[in-house]
C-alpha cells in the first residue's frame, strides 16, 4: 500500500473511472461521426451474432472496433488540445486537426477491410444462389 492510502486509492480509481466515463460521454454527445461508430459497431455485433462467428473472429472485430474508437477519442482530445493552446487560426493548428482526422480515417477504412473479409464470406454464403 502507499503512502496515500486504501481510501485514496479507491476514491481516486472512482475518479478515475468517472472522469473516464464523462470523457466517452463528451465524444458521443459532441462528434457527429461518433454515432457512426456506434452504428457500424452495433450493426458488426448484430452481423456477428446472427452469423455464429468463431472466438477469434470475434477478437479481431473487437480490436478493430476498438482501434476506431480509439483513433476517434484521441482526435478528440488533440482537437480539444489544439482549439486551447491556438484559439486563433494557425496553419499548424490545422495540421494537427487534419492529421488527426487521417487517423481516424485510416483506422475506419481498416476496420471496413477487416470487416469485409470476415463477415463477407459467411454473409455470401447466406444468400440464396
Known amino acids: 500500500m502507499d503512502a496515500v ?3 485514496r486509492q479507491v476514491r481516486s480509481r472512482k475518479e478515475a473511472f468517472r472522469s473516464a466515463l464523462a470523457g466517452w460521454w463528451h465524444v458521443l454527445r459532441t462528434q457527429r461521426n461518433a454515432w457512426i461508430h ?3 459497431t452495433l ?3 448484430a452481423l456477428g451474432f446472427w452469423l455464429r462467428l468463431s472466438s477469434l473472429e470475434w477478437a ?4 478493430a472496433i476498438g482501434l476506431v474508437w480509439t483513433a476517434e477519442f484521441v482526435n478528440t482530445a488533440l482537437e480539444a488540445v489544439v482549439d486551447l493552446a491556438s484559439p486563433d487560426l494557425h496553419p499548424l493548428a490545422r495540421v494537427g486537426k487534419d ?3 487521417a487517423a481516424v480515417l ?4 481498416i476496420a471496413v477491410i477487416i470487416g469485409l473479409l470476415i463477415l ?3 454473409l455470401l454464403s447466406q444468400l440464396p444462389p
Open 60 to 63: 479481431i472485430l473487437w480490436l
Open 38 to 40: 456506434v452504428l457500424a
Open 43 to 45: 450493426s458488426v455485433c
Open 120 to 122: 463477407g464470406p459467411p
Open 99 to 101: 492529421v488527426g482526422a
Open 106 to 109: 485510416i483506422a475506419a477504412a
Open 5 to 7: 492510502g486504501p481510501k
